[in-house]
C-alpha cells in the first residue's frame, strides 16, 4: 500500500511560479514511476508529466513542455513539480500518482492516487 500526499499549490499570478511536492509512503518508492495530473473545474483529469522511478525518463504533455519540469528525490521519496511561467489554463486541482509499471500517461495505468492540491493562476 502506498500513501501520497501532496503540497506547495496555492495562488500566484500569471506568468509566476510554484513548486508541487508529493510525498510518498509505504513501498520502494525508486521501484515505481511517478505521475502528475490536474482537473480543472468541468473538465476530465488530465496527464501533465510522469518520471520513472530512476529519475532518468520523463515525459510530458506538449501545453507544459519548457515551463513544468518533474523530478524526484528518491533518497526523500519525494516527487516534485516546478511549474514556471504559469497561465490561468493552469488552474486545476494537481495529484500525484504512482505506477508500478512504468512510464504512463493514462490515468488508469495509476496505481494510488494522492488527494490533490489546488493550483489557481489569476491574470
Known amino acids: 500500500q502506498v500513501q501520497l500526499v501532496e503540497s506547495g499549490g496555492g495562488l500566484v499570478q500569471a506568468g509566476g511560479s510554484l513548486r508541487l511536492s508529493c510525498a510518498a509512503s509505504?513501498?520502494?518508492?525508486?521501484?515505481?514511476?511517478m505521475g502528475w495530473f490536474r482537473q480543472a473545474p468541468g473538465k476530465e483529469r488530465e496527464f501533465v508529466a510522469t518520471?520513472?522511478?530512476?529519475?532518468?525518463?520523463?515525459h510530458y504533455e506538449d501545453s507544459v513542455k519548457g515551463r513544468f519540469t518533474i523530478s524526484r528525490d528518491n533518497a526523500k521519496n519525494t516527487a516534485y513539480l516546478q511549474m514556471n511561467s504559469l497561465k490561468p489554463e493552469d488552474t486545476a486541482v494537481y495529484y500525484c500518482?504512482?505506477?508500478?509499471?512504468?512510464?504512463?500517461?493514462?490515468?488508469?495505468?495509476?496505481?494510488?492516487w494522492g488527494q490533490g492540491t489546488q493550483v489557481t493562476v489569476s491574470s
Open positions: 500518482a504512482a505506477n508500478f509499471g512504468g512510464l504512463a500517461t493514462g490515468s488508469l495505468d495509476y496505481d494510488y
Open positions: 518520471i520513472s522511478g530512476a529519475g532518468g525518463s520523463t
Open positions: 509505504g513501498g520502494t518508492f525508486r521501484t515505481y514511476a
